[in-house]
């Protein structure tokens, strides 16, 4: 014979051996487990059951779900955008901004990485419990890059677009949140100064076209990155247009 102790002095005696974790009944009120005018625990049958006592000791302190899985996020996501201008050596100052502002997703704009670096180096820039999608230039080109880090309890996957912008780095991830579908578009233009560099014009043509093929997707739209689009007074009306 067993005995499974639980608190406040209960004890319910088993033909076998059972383990019940305390975390399942340290937040109920004991007294949901007795009968009002008895002082025994409930029993869905007339004559006495250890199994029966177990069951329903499990069912009332909700230690059985009907659709397990991964445990939602109970607070909202928190989002960065991060211009780290080369991550290749800087992966602790990424983890330090991530677990300082407890954030979940974190846009990397500026990785200078390549596909052909080996996974130590490309996906050292997620701390532990969280996983990194790269977008890295054709033909491994010098600078530029993207990517997302993201924890490991999120749901997000790179999503293939069509549209391509010359010489501008996008990569588009879709997050799967309590409130449905999130679509986020990291996206680095150069400055003027770099060789890949295009005229705002056109880059706000091209931009226009892959926002028409983003709004396409069902979601929520998410924009972001380095634009390197500055005006006389501030941003260029132009690029402002285009967003609006």
């Not at 996974?119 to 820039?125: K, R």
């Not at 390197?228 to 967003?243: A, K, M, R, Y």
């Amino acid at each position: 014979m067993f005995t499974v102790v639980v608190p406040r002095s209960m004890t319910v005696t088993l033909e076998r051996t059972v383990h019940v974790s305390p975390s399942l009944i340290e937040s109920v009120d004991i007294r949901l487990l007795y009968i009002s005018d008895r002082p025994q625990i409930y029993m869905p049958r007339q004559h006495q059951s250890s199994d029966a006592i177990l069951v329903a000791i499990l069912l009332l302190l909700g230690g059985i779900h009907q659709n397990p899985g991964p445990i939602a996020v109970s607070r909202p996501l928190k989002f960065g955008v991060f211009n780290v201008h080369s991550a290749v050596h800087k992966a602790p100052l990424i983890h330090d901004v991530i677990a300082d502002h407890h954030i979940d997703l974190l846009v990397v704009t500026e990785t200078w990485m390549k596909s052909s670096d080996p996974p130590a180096i490309v996906n050292d820039i997620a701390p532990n419990g969280f996983y990194a999608i790269h977008w890295f230039r054709e033909n491994d080109a010098d600078a530029g890059g993207v990517a997302l880090v993201h924890a490991d309890n999120v749901q997000a996957a790179a999503v293939s677009i069509f549209t391509t912008i010359s010489g501008v780095d996008v990569l588009v991830v879709k997050v799967q949140t309590r409130r449905g579908r999130l679509n986020i578009a990291a996206v680095y233009r150069p400055p003027r100064t770099s060789k890949h560099a295009i005229t705002v014009g056109q880059f706000c043509s091209e931009l226009g076209v892959l926002l028409d093929e983003l709004l396409a997707l069902p979601g929520q739209l998410i924009i972001c990155g380095v634009f390197n689009c500055p005006g006389d007074q501030g941003i260029d009306g132009q690029f402002v247009e285009t967003l609006v």
